[in-house]
T-cell receptor, first 117, second 114 residues
């Protein structure tokens, strides 16, 4: 149980393109989803927390107009990197947690490798 | 503020030997503690958690961790390492009081040598 599916797994695109990444909880309702960015040989950097039906909460230093997050349902959150540039190239990982069940760990998707040319 | 320290960037162990990956934490209240494993180009897989109860927690793939409140530690252990255990391991902590984000350590690379 507790499977999180993230799609696509790999994206290569030109500078200026917008890229959408989807994160789905397959067998539970994810009241809260998290988006992380991971740089090589570093830990995860939390970008934002999204709750179903409300605006995402962004971490300090993360541009909300650059990284658009939508959590329209209890099983789907999307991250759109708008007008992507080479410095946005990174490994993006989503995770989900069912806040209705106490003490649950976060469950992670397999990540999206984004490469901007 | 809460924090997690993983003092070793890399741990090398021979196959069949016991392994330990260290983690210490700091929270203002009672901790919820987690271990995750990450294989290359993959997301994080949940291994085990400590919420309350027995200090020794057993998890997936034969891993276990011991919660030590006085030393604020939550070291990951396995009695006999496998080559397939080679991966990046993250310790994480969350304060049990109210809604809190999870804080991850910087990760420890485990290399099991055949």
């Amino acid at each position: 149980g507790a499977v999180v599916s993230q799609h696509p797994s790999w994206v290569i695109c030109k500078s200026g393109t917008s890229v959408k990444i989807e994160c789905r909880s397959l067998d539970f309702q994810a009241t809260t989803m998290f988006w992380y960015r991971q740089f090589p040989k570093q830990s995860l950097m939390l970008m934002a927390t999204s709750n179903e039906g409300s605006k995402a909460t962004y971490e300090q230093g993360v541009e909300k107009d650059k990284f658009l997050i939508n959590h329209a349902s209890l099983t789907l959150s999307t991250l759109t990197v708008t007008s992507a540039h080479p410095e946005d190239s990174s490994f993006y990982i989503c995770s989900a947690r069912d806040e209705a069940v106490s003490n649950q760990p976060q469950h992670f998707g397999d990540g999206t490798r984004l490469s901007i040319l | 503020a809460q924090s997690v320290a993983q003092p070793e960037d890399q741990v090398n162990v021979a196959e069949g030997n016991p392994l330990t990956v260290k983690c210490t934490y700091s929270v203002s209240g009672n901790p919820y503690l987690f271990w995750y494993v990450q294989y290359p180009n993959r997301g994080l897989q949940f291994l085990l958690k400590y919420i309350t109860g027995d200090n020794l927690v057993k998890g997936s793939y034969g891993f276990e961790a011991e919660f030590n409140k006085s030393q604020t530690s939550f070291h990951l252990k396995k009695p006999s390492a496998l080559v397939s255990d080679s991966a990046l391991y993250f310790c994480a902590v969350r304060d049990s009081g109210g809604y809190q984000k999870v804080t991850f350590g910087i990760g420890t690379k485990l290399q099991v040598i055949p």
